[in-house]
C-alpha cells in the first residue's frame, strides 16, 4: 500500500512535540535534557515532509532488528550506570558525602517501597554471599526470596534475569542491569503480545510503550506490581509461541523460557494481581492459538517437551518450596497481608475512566492524599470502546472478516467481569470458588485489560476499511465526553490544580476517541504518546550510579565500625526514620530493618508469651523507642509497628551498635551498660558501641 504523506497532520503533530516539550521543561524539576530530545523528535518528524518513507523503513529495520539494538542500548545503559532509582530522597534525612545523581526528574518520597526497602535488601545480598537465609536484619533469618524476590544463589534464578547483575557483578551495576533490563525486556514482551493480538508490528511498538509507560507501570515499576504484569505477559507469549513453534531448537529455547516465565510468575509473590492476569493470559493464550489453529500444528512428540517443561519447573519451584516451606507458612500466617479477604464491590463508576490526576502526579507532591501511587491507572479509553464494541463487531461480520474478533470478544468479556467485582461485587462464596477473594488490586487489572482492548479497538480500525458512519461515531463520542466530563467534575481537589485543568484533559481523551474512529492514525498516535509522555516517562528519574545509597557519613562510619568489630545495629528514637534501611544497604546488621514476615528469634527474646504477636506479626516497617516501662509493641499502620522497648532489653537482642536520634549516654549508664560514643553528626545521630561482660 502506497503511503501518502499528510503535511497538515505532520505540522499538528509537530504542535504537539513543541508543546509536550515546554509543558514538562516548565513542569518537572531538573528536566533540561527534555529539550534537545524534544527537538530531535521535532526534526525527525518534520523531516517527514520528504522522506516519510525513508524515515518508515528505518523504523521498519529497527522493529526488524530490535533485539540486537535492545542489547545495545541495554549494554550502554549498564556502563553509564542508568536507573530509575529515588534513592536521593535519602539525601534529605541523611548528611551525604555527595551531591544528588540525578540526570533528569526528580525522586519520588511516596517510593519509599522501592528506595527503603527493596533496595536495601538486594545491596544488603551482597554481604550475604547471596544466601537464601540472610540474618543482615533477622535473628531467626528471613528468606530473601520471599523478601521481594531478591538476588540468591538458587535454581530460581532461572525465572529472575532482573537481578542476574547483582550476582555477576556486585552492587553498582546490579542496579542498572535492574532497571535497565527491566524496562527494556518489558517494551520487548509487550511488543510481541501485541503482535500476537493485533498482527500488526509497528502499531505493536507504539502500543509496546504506550503500557510499559503507562502511569501504573511507572509508579510501581518496583518493587513488584510491574513484575506481575510483566510475567503475565511474558506467559502469554512464551506459552504462545511453545505451542506455535515447529523446529527442535526452538521448542527447546520456548522450553526453556517457559520454565524461566512460569518461575517469575509464581515467584512475583502478589496473587491479588497474578490470579486475574494468569487467568487473562491463559484464556488469551487459547483463544489466539485457536484463532491461528491453520498456522501451527502439534505432534505426538510435542507431549515430551510438555512434560520437560513441567518436570523442569517442578524442581525449579520445588527447590524453592522445600527451603522456605517454614517461612512461606509464617508469611501465610501473618495478620497482614496474609489473612485478606476480598469481595469487591468497593468501586465508583468514576473509576472505570482514567484518572486525571495522572497527568499531574509526576508534578507536583502538593497532594491532600497520603500516596498517588494508588489512584494512578493505565492510560486508556476502556468505557467508550466497550460501548463501541457491538457496533464495531458489527461492521467487522458485514465485512466478513475472519479471525479478528476472537481477540476482541475475550478482552471485552474480561472487562466485564472485572467491572462487575469493582462495582457490584461477589457473594463470598463466588469470590472464593473463582479466588477472587484474593483480589484487592482490581482497579489495576481492569485498567490493564482497558489498555489491552482500547490497542485492540485501534488497531482494528486503523488496519481494515471498515467505514463506519460519521454520525454513529460523534454520538459515542458526545456521550463519552458528557460522562467523561461528569466524572472529572466529580475529583477532590487532590492536587493543586483547578477543575478545569482536569476538564482540559478529559477532552483531550474525547478527542481521541474520535481521531481513532475516524480513522487518524498518526494524530490519535501522536495525541496517545503525547498523554504517555506527560503521564507516564516522567515519573521516575534518570540516575546515575550509587551515591545515594553509600556516600552518607553516618553509612562511613559504620562500615569502619562494622571492620573492627562485627555485631548487630538497632537505630532507636528516630521513628518513622529510615537510616535504619539504608544502613541495612551497606553491609551492617540491623534488627529494626523491614521485616517480611515475624522475626520470632528477636520476639520471643523480649515477648515470651506473646502478648503483642497481634502487632509484630505483619510485614513491618519498625521503629524503636527506648523506655524505662516494660517492652510493649503496638501498630501504627497496617505495615508499620512502633516498638517501646526496654533499656534492659537490648541485651536480649545481643545489640552492639545502638544509633540514636537523641542523647541517651546518662540512660545508659544508668542501666549499667558500658559503652562509647564513636559518632555524633549535627543532626543529632550518635552511635554507642556497647560492650558486654563475656
Known amino acids: 500500500m502506497k503511503r501518502s504523506v499528510n503535511g497538515s497532520q505532520i505540522l499538528l503533530i509537530d504542535v504537539l512535540i513543541v508543546y509536550t516539550t515546554w509543558l514538562i521543561a516548565c513542569s518537572l524539576p531538573n528536566s533540561v535534557l527534555v529539550i534537545p530530545f524534544g527537538a530531535l523528535v521535532l526534526i525527525l518528524n518534520t523531516l517527514r515532509l520528504k522522506w516519510d518513507k525513508q524515515i518508515h523503513s528505518i523504523f521498519n529495520w529497527m522493529i526488524r532488528y530490535r533485539y540486537p539494538i535492545a542489547l545495545v542500548i541495554f549494554v ?26 540525578n540526570l533528569f526528574g526528580v525522586s519520588h518520597a511516596i517510593r519509599s517501597d522501592e528506595y527503603d526497602v527493596q533496595l536495601p535488601y538486594y545491596f544488603s545480598q551482597y554481604y550475604n554471599a547471596y544466601r537464601e537465609t540472610s540474618y543482615q536484619m533477622s535473628l531467626s533469618g528471613q528468606d530473601m526470596i520471599l523478601g521481594y524476590n531478591s538476588p540468591v544463589w538458587s535454581l530460581t534464578l532461572i525465572g529472575k534475569p532482573f537481578v542476574w547483575g547483582y550476582i555477576l557483578f556486585g552492587n553498582e551495576i546490579g542496579l542498572s542491569w535492574y532497571w535497565c533490563m527491566k524496562l527494556i525486556l518489558g517494551i520487548l514482551v509487550m511488543y510481541e503480545m501485541m503482535v500476537i493480538l493485533t498482527k500488526q508490528s509497528e502499531f505493536s511498538m507504539f502500543g509496546a510503550f504506550f503500557i510499559i509507560f503507562s ?17 503475565g505477559a511474558a506467559i502469554f507469549v512464551v506459552g504462545y509461541h511453545f505451542f506455535a513453534a515447529s523446529g527442535t531448537w526452538q521448542k527447546f529455547g520456548f522450553t526453556i523460557l ?7 510468575y509464581v515467584l512475583a509473590l502478589f496473587p491479588s494481581l497474578q490470579i486475574p492476569l494468569g487467568i487473562l493470559a491463559l484464556v488469551m493464550m487459547i483463544v489466539c492459538l485457536y484463532r491461528d489453529r491453520s498456522e501451527w500444528k502439534w505432534q505426538k512428540k510435542d507431549w515430551l517437551w510438555l512434560l520437560a517443561g513441567g518436570a ?40 472505570l475512566f482514567t484518572n486525571l490526576s495522572n497527568m499531574f502526579f509526576p508534578y507536583t507532591e502538593k497532594t491532600k492524599i497520603s500516596n498517588p501511587c494508588e489512584l494512578c491507572t493505565f492510560n486508556h479509553l476502556g468505557p467508550v470502546c466497550l460501548a463501541y464494541f457491538p457496533y464495531l463487531a458489527y461492521k467487522i461480520r458485514k465485512k466478513k472478516i475472519r479471525n479478528v ?19 457490584i461485587g461477589f457473594p463470598v462464596w463466588l469470590a472464593k470458588v473463582t479466588l477472587f477473594s484474593y483480589v484487592n488490586r482490581m482497579p489495576l487489572v481492569y485498567g490493564y485489560t482497558a489498555t489491552l482492548f482500547t490497542l485492540w479497538t485501534m488497531s482494528v480500525l486503523i488496519k481494515y476499511p471498515l467505514k463506519t458512519k460519521l454520525w454513529i461515531n460523534l454520538v459515542y463520542t458526545f456521550g463519552f465526553g458528557v460522562i467523561y466530563l461528569h466524572a472529572a467534575s466529580l475529583y477532590d481537589d487532590q492536587l493543586a490544580v483547578s477543575h478545569q485543568a482536569y476538564l482540559a484533559w478529559a477532552v483531550v481523551f474525547v478527542l481521541a476517541f474520535l481521531l481513532m474512529t475516524t480513522r487518524r492514525r498518526r494524530l490519535v498516535t501522536a495525541l496517545m504518546i503525547m498523554i ?3 503521564s507516564g516517562m ?58 517480611f514476615y515475624p522475626d520470632y528469634g528477636k520476639w520471643k527474646a523480649v515477648d515470651p508469651k506473646g502478648k503483642y504477636d497481634d502487632a509484630y506479626n505483619r510485614y513491618a516497617h519498625q521503629s524503636v ?34 544509633v540514636s536520634k537523641s542523647e541517651i549516654s546518662e540512660k545508659l549508664t544508668e542501666y549499667g551498660y558500658q559503652y562509647k560514643e564513636t559518632y555524633h553528626d549535627r543532626l543529632g545521630y550518635r552511635i554507642y558501641q556497647l560492650e558486654y561482660d563475656s
Not at 502511569?215 to 510475567?231: E, G, K, L, T
Not at 522456605?324 to 469481595?343: C, F, K, M, N
Open 532 to 534: 504517555t509522555a506527560i
Open 76 to 101: 550502554l545503559c549498564v556502563l553509564l550506570r542508568l536507573h530509575g532509582s529515588s534513592i536521593n530522597v535519602v539525601q534529605n534525612y541523611l548528611i551525604a558525602s555527595k551531591g544528588s545523581s
Open 258 to 264: 517457559a520454565v524461566g516465565a512460569l518461575t517469575g
Open 405 to 423: 474478533l476472537p481477540a476482541g470478544i475475550v478482552l471485552a468479556a474480561a472487562l466485564m467481569i472485572e467491572i462487575i467485582f469493582m462495582i
Open 625 to 658: 523507642v527506648l523506655t524505662d516501662k516494660k517492652t510493649s509493641v503496638k501498630t501504627l499502620t497496617p505495615d508499620s509497628i512502633l516498638v517501646s522497648l526496654n533499656y534492659q532489653d537490648l541485651k536480649k537482642w545481643h545489640v552492639t551498635y545502638l
Open 215 to 231: 502511569p501504573a507501570m511507572q509508579w510501581w515499576f518496583s518493587p513488584h506490581i510491574y513484575d506481575a504484569f510483566f510475567w
Open 538 to 595: 516522567t515519573v521516575n528519574p534518570i540516575a546515575h550510579g550509587t551515591d545515594g545509597v553509600t556516600e552518607y557519613k553516618i553509612v562511613e562510619a559504620a562500615e569502619k565500625l562494622n571492620k573492627k568489630k562485627d555485631g548487630y545495629w538497632l537505630t532507636v528514637n528516630d521513628e518513622g526514620g529510615i537510616l535504619q534501611n539504608i544502613l541495612l544497604a551497606n553491609g551492617s546488621k540491623v534488627l529494626n530493618a523491614v521485616n
Open 312 to 351: 523442569g519447573l517442578t524442581v525449579v519451584l520445588g527447590s524453592f518450596v522445600l527451603t522456605a516451606q517454614d517461612a512461606i507458612r509464617t508469611l501465610s500466617e501473618t495478620v497482614y497481608p496474609g489473612h485478606r479477604v476480598s469481595t469487591g464491590g468497593n468501586c465508583h463508576w468514576s473509576d
